[in-house]
Each structure stands twice: as structure tokens, then as C-alpha cells.
């Protein structure tokens, strides 16, 4: 980075428990002058939220009215919190973020700044897909289409939505899910695997019950389970017409993953198994699994997530999109990898939005009952609310670099 750009170069940073990186690339094509300014801010609901501002000079176009006026960028990115899921946290991707990728495009520009930076930074998926899908967003709103555009493929179809229940009584669960069916829902997931063997089955009959045979149903264990539990319950769970069972094993037991599938009749869907193309790859060709379930945290951002579904297609793996809870930003993101022509022959989990206090977005996600709509317009489709980004900010500490 020249020097010019380095004396430049501001960052400001926040202290909070919830996270949003802001970052402000300014570049002039005739000088190659750069700078950036980091702030993190406080979301209602503490997901992390990632957002890269590209501000240009407009080259002269012939006819223009307004020739030498700045043309303000915006790319969006988002990626959940915690250490939960993944070792990453909120602070570990803000710094790798803030280190290692933004650093490395800082003049490059839009198109080769991913790739530069993803070839240099090893790891850290949740970080590189904030950036990914910020650079990703950038780059179709400058052009002015959709960002499943970009692969030549735009789809926009209402996505089948399936609804969670992680209950600890029959009750519980049987209560929200008639509930859920009443507004339209017609895909149901039943978290398992914290409670004994026999109190899950239940659970699952009981909705099965409750709902009828017109409902889709599907179960999560979560790595909770060991093989001897899935053999005894795969019986069960061929009987209650379980369209799948996603991560009954570890996610490093691979050779009981294939034995399981062997087994039993319900297919086996790869989630904590199932993060780069090499996993996808050793699970397609072992049939290890019958369904991928794809998210873009863990995977890395769209290229990495949409290699992955190539996998699956040349081996007819049917695949799901699974969520970390995003909030519109990345369930929007999620949406246009859905409408970039992947196979989702199992619907989606996308009800990140619903369960948000306050979201970031002037609009938030359009659902209809059993659905989730990929937003229209440029970039990701969606537009943030500066008003809430300003009244969610919290201190600010500023540093020269």
C-alpha cells in the first residue's frame, strides 16, 4: 500500500457485545489514493453485521449531466456470533476482517480483491464470508443486477421454508408447531439429540400425530447421537416418514455416517460433516450422505458454498439451505445463492429475520406462509437503515494507521 494511503487509512472502534464492522473504501482512479474507515456498531439482536462502502469517481459518460459527481457503493455482509458453531467469534472476525482481508483489496478493487485475500488468509470461513458477500454485493450493485446474476443464473423463486422446534416436552413442541401449521408451514425440523432417545422419538411422533402425513418433517441431531442410538431409531423414523436425519454422528465419523445410510431408508444430510469441497467430495463418493446442507458462514462466502453444490449435483445429492440465524442482510445473501440455480430439492431454514428484537434492513425479508421471497433489485435487494445503524451505535474509540 502506497504511503499516501497508509497515512490515510482511519479506523474507528467500538466496544459492545453485539458487532457491525462498517468499512469505507474510498478509491481515485487517477491517483490510486486509498482509505478506509472501520466502525463496529451495535445491532439490536448482536449479530455481527460487515458492510463495505466503495466510493468512486464516476468516469464521464457521454450524455451524462453530471459529470465529476462521486458515485457512493454500497456491499453488504453479514455473519452470525459466538463460538457455537465454529471457533469464530464476533472479535475474531472483526480483527481478521480488519488485519488481514480489507487491508489486501485496499486499491485493488472489487473483482480480484476476494481472491487475492482469500489466497493469503488460511481458515476463518465466518470472516471470509462477511467479506465475500460485502465484495459480492458491491460488485452487482455497481452493475446493476441481481447478485445471482453475477453467475448468469437469477431465479427469483419463492424458497419452501421449514420451521425449527427445539422443545424438551411433547407438549411444547406439539403446541408451536400446530401453531406454525396454522400460519402456513408446511416443513417441520425437530432438533434432537439433548434429550434421552426415547423422549426425541416421542416428540417426533407426537408432532407426526398432530400434524398429519401432509407436513414434511425432518430431524437434527447435531452430532447428538451415537451409532447405536441411529440404528434403533431409524426404524422409528422410517415408520414416521422422516424425509431426513441431519448430522446423527460427529462430524468426523464418516465411516458411520456411511454405515447408517447403508442401514436405514431415511437419508442422511451432512451439515458440521460437510464445510469445504474436499468434505463434499469424500461424503458424495463414500455415500456418507444423501442431502448437503449448505450455509454460507461455513462454507466461506458464495464461490466456496456454490463449489460445494457442484459436488452435489454431479453426484446427485439432493441439498438444502440451512441458516445461522442472519439477520435480513444474510438471509438475503442466502437467498441469492438460492436463486443462482443450486439444488434446494429440501427447501430452507431462512426464519433468521423472524426471530430478530429489530433488524438493520429499511425493509426486512418478504415471507409468505410455507416461504421466503429472494429480495428484488440490484446487489443483495436489500437496503439498510441508516437511522437504526445510528441510533444502534455505540462508543467509538479512533486510531491512525
Known amino acids: 500500500m502506497p504511503a499516501d494511503s ?10 459492545g457485545s453485539g458487532i457491525r464492522a462498517r468499512c469505507r473504501w474510498i478509491s481515485d482512479d487517477r491517483t490510486d489514493r486509498t482509505a478506509r474507515r472501520l466502525a463496529r456498531t451495535r445491532r439490536a439482536a448482536s449479530w455481527p453485521h460487515h458492510v463495505l462502502r466503495h466510493d468512486r469517481a464516476r468516469r464521464p459518460r457521454r450524455g451524462a449531466s453530471h459529470r465529476g459527481q462521486r458515485d457512493h457503493r454500497l456491499g453488504r455482509g453479514d455473519r452470525p456470533r459466538g463460538p457455537y458453531w465454529s471457533e469464530e467469534t464476533a472479535e475474531s472476525v472483526l480483527a481478521v476482517l480488519d488485519r488481514y482481508l480489507f ?12 481472491a487475492t485475500a482469500f489466497r493469503q488468509v488460511r481458515g476463518n470461513p465466518f470472516a471470509k464470508c462477511a467479506f465475500d458477500i460485502a465484495l459480492t454485493d458491491l460488485r452487482a450493485r455497481v452493475l446493476g443486477i441481481p447478485v445471482a446474476a453475477l453467475w448468469g443464473e437469477h431465479s427469483p423463486m419463492p424458497v419452501p421454508l421449514s ?11 406439539v403446541t408451536e408447531a400446530v401453531a406454525k401449521r396454522a400460519l402456513g408451514y408446511g416443513i417441520f425440523k425437530l432438533k434432537v439429540g439433548a434429550l434421552p432417545l426415547r423422549q426425541d422419538l416421542d416428540r417426533v411422533r407426537a408432532v407426526r400425530e398432530a400434524l398429519g402425513t401432509a407436513v414434511s418433517l425432518r430431524v437434527d441431531a447435531n452430532q447428538g447421537w451415537t451409532r447405536a442410538d441411529v440404528g434403533v431409531a431409524m426404524r422409528e423414523l422410517t415408520e414416521l416418514d422422516v424425509a431426513f436425519v441431519e448430522q446423527p454422528v460427529p462430524s468426523a465419523d464418516t465411516v458411520g455416517m456411511v454405515a447408517l445410510q447403508n442401514a436405514g431408508n431415511v437419508p442422511i444430510a451432512a451439515d458440521e460433516s460437510l464445510r469445504t469441497v474436499a468434505d463434499a467430495t469424500a461424503l458424495a463418493e463414500a455415500d456418507a450422505a444423501r442431502v448437503f446442507v449448505y450455509k454460507l458462514a461455513k462454507h466461506g462466502g458464495f464461490t466456496p458454498a456454490r463449489n460445494v453444490a457442484a459436488v452435489a449435483d454431479a453426484h446427485a445429492v439432493a441439498g438444502y439451505l440451512g441458516c445461522m440465524i442472519e439477520s435480513s442482510i444474510g438471509t438475503a445473501a442466502y437467498l441469492a445463492f438460492a436463486a443462482s440455480g443450486v439444488g434446494l430439492q429440501f427447501g430452507c431454514e431462512l426464519f ?14 418478504e415471507y409468505s406462509p410455507g416461504y421466503v421471497h429472494p429480495p428484488a433489485g440490484p446487489g443483495l435487494g436489500v437496503e439498510v437503515d441508516e437511522a437504526k445503524v445510528a441510533a444502534m451505535a455505540v462508543a467509538h474509540v479512533r486510531a491512525g494507521r
Open 352 to 365: 433468521g429475520p423472524q426471530l430478530l428484537v429489530d433488524d438493520m434492513t429499511k425493509e426486512p425479508v
Open 103 to 114: 487491508p489486501r483489496v485496499t486499491g485493488i478493487g472489487v473483482h480480484a480483491g476476494a
Open 163 to 173: 420451521w425449527s422446534l427445539a422443545g424438551t416436552s411433547v407438549r411444547q413442541d
Open 6 to 15: 497508509r497515512n490515510s487509512y482511519r479506523r474507528a472502534i467500538s466496544i
